[in-house]
């Protein structure tokens, strides 16, 4: 066990920059967790299963009045966040802590240190596994940008911090800290970096993305958007390429780079056979097992067991897959693959979109969310509309992140794709999960440009190309309306979803140009196909 060490923050006891070993040895004795048989550190966070994102404040002030898109964000007085960090300093004043220094980026032109203090040690675990790890030279003169502040026990006060409950995340930009309490969900760290990031970016003319990447040996890198249970994690570890990362990344003048140091994968009915690389790094001493439920006497993983939440997680560093970048750095994108788990079952397994098109879906963000990612939601996924795909994560007005990203694909003749991981031959509760061995095959085929020599057909209600064969894929499958037993019933419900489609896009119009608009879904389908 390491010595505590002089700190500037008044606790009985400060740990600074612990190992792994030596944080699942707290977590263990502290009884934060119990010991897989694999080796991984088995934890519960009931019940905070999922991210509390209406509980999520940033500090108005002078700085972020006009910068910060107040229609998708909480705001905090300054007076608020005063008395808060006030109550916060005092609270973990009787507590132990866990200090972690780390960084969030792989690009050092870039990257934001990261100071994490932690009231729990599997805490410090999974952001050490998440985040990038300086090394002892960097560690000697560690400076924080950012001070992240997590405790757990701790319980907000609504009528006087001006939250809307115990729980609370609040940002103070300005201030670079960051306060975290009542709730148990560790994800919560992690996109507490992704928002000051996704903030502070824009200004540098760097895209910050909620994305999954990887790279093929030739250095020709593909992003993977899509909000979590559409595929980012699974499509992008690849044996054949090189991982990148699974979550959050930047796009600069140098190419993509990787905010993180590890991976958090979803792991509800995970298997050896279809996801080998996830199955492997979470089955081993050093990763974290959220909510994943141990058989009893065994105590081997159960990733089947959806008793605690569907939203079951693996938090493990990048070099647990066998294939992971080194450098977590690569050229600028050849594809962009925007992913959504269509509950309606109408697109089809993968489209082609023009630049206009791709800033059109990047900021609608269809998809469905996944059963028990936030609090609140049921048992079945709901479809929705979360711009860029990550709004929760964007401070910034999306026209902001759209923009950019319209830039740097046209500068870099980027090709991009809208893949569907949802539903097919009908929707939720009647057709079924599309198969990921074609999603597969049709990504390699988009990622090796077998798709550009395909003959093509123009979908009639959003206008994109949608190839009409592929060797080796069921052609069926390609044209969606030909899936459902009930043609009529698919026309029905694909006008429904383009007039969502839409209705959303409608506070966009202001900030797009004409050819975004256009890309819009038809109001009526061709008679052809109605």
């Keep these: 066990m390491p010595a505590v060490t002089s700190s500037p923050y008044s606790a009985p006891q400060v740990s600074h920059n612990n190992s792994v070993a030596e944080l699942v040895e707290l977590a263990l004795k502290r009884g934060e967790g119990k010991l897989a048989s694999t080796g991984a550190l088995a934890v519960e966070t009931w019940p905070h ?65 990261v100071r994490m203090v932690c009231e729990y040690a599997w805490h410090a675990l999974f952001i050490r596994q998440l985040l990038r790890r300086p090394d002892v030279a960097e560690l000697a003169n560690f400076a924080p940008d950012l001070t992240i ?19 609370v995340i609040a940002c103070n930009f300005k201030k670079g800290i960051i306060l975290i309490g009542g709730t148990t969900y560790a994800g919560e760290m992690k996109k507490s970096v992704f928002t000051v990031l996704n903030y502070q970016l824009p200004g540098k003319d760097v895209m910050p993305m909620h994305c999954s990447a990887n790279v093929d040996d030739d250095d020709h890198s593909a992003v993977f958007f899509g909000l979590s249970g559409t595929g980012k994690t699974t499509l992008s570890a690849d044996a054949r390429r090189q991982l990148i990362g699974d979550d959050e990344h930047g796009w600069g003048a140098e190419g993509i780079f990787n905010f993180e140091g590890g991976c958090y994968a979803k792991t509800i009915r995970l298997s050896r056979q279809a996801e080998p690389e996830i ?8 990763a974290v097992l959220e909510n994943v439920v141990l058989t009893p006497g065994g105590q081997d993983p159960d990733f089947e067991d959806a008793r605690l939440t569907e939203n079951t997680r693996g938090a493990y560093p990048l070099d647990f897959i066998a294939n992971a970048s080194t450098t977590s750095r690569a050229g600028h994108p050849k594809n962009i693959i925007m992913l959504t788990a269509d509950a309606f079952g109408i697109l089809p397994p993968i489209a082609k979109l023009t630049p206009s098109q791709a800033m059109y879906h990047f900021l609608s963000g269809y998809t469905a969310k996944v059963a028990g990612t936030e609090r609140g939601m049921g048992n079945e996924p709901q479809a929705t509309f979360s711009t860029c795909f990550g709004a929760p994560f964007m401070p910034r007005h999306p026209s902001v992140y759209g923009n950019l990203l319209r830039d740097l694909i046209a500068k870099h003749n980027v090709d991009c794709w809208l893949v569907n991981t949802g539903w097919t031959g009908g929707k939720y509760g009647e057709g079924s999960r599309m198969p990921i061995a074609a999603t597969r095959a049709l990504l390699d085929a988009a990622l090796s440009g077998e798709l550009r020599d395909q003959a093509m057909r123009q979908d009639p209600l959003f206008g994109f190309e949608v190839p009409v064969s592929l060797p080796g894929i069921d052609s069926k499958i390609l044209d969606p309306r030909g899936t459902w037993s009930d043609p009529l019933a698919y026309d029905k419900l694909a006008a429904e979803l383009g007039q969502m489609f839409n209705d959303n896009f409608k506070k966009y119009e202001a900030h797009v140009d004409d050819d975004v608009i256009a890309a819009a879904p038809r109001q009526r389908l061709p008679q052809s196909a109605a």
């Excluded at 991210?51 to 964000?73: G, H, L, M, P, Q």
């Excluded at 132990?96 to 690009?107: E, K, N, P």
Aim: proline share 3%.
């Design 279 to 286: 199955w492997d790094a979470c089955n081993q001493f050093g």
């Design 49 to 113: 299963t999922g991210r509390s994102a209406a509980d999520k404040f940033i500090v108005c002030d002078d700085e972020t009045e006009d910068t910060v898109w107040w229609d998708n964000t909480e705001a905090m007085t300054e007076a608020q966040f005063d008395r808060l960090y006030r109550d916060v300093q005092a609270f973990k004043a009787g507590k132990d802590l866990f200090v972690q220094d780390l960084y969030g980026g792989a690009d050092p032109n870039h990257r934001l240190s």
């Design 149 to 167: 502040i997590d405790l757990p026990s701790f319980r907000a006060a609504p009528d006087y911090h001006g939250t809307k409950g115990e729980r």
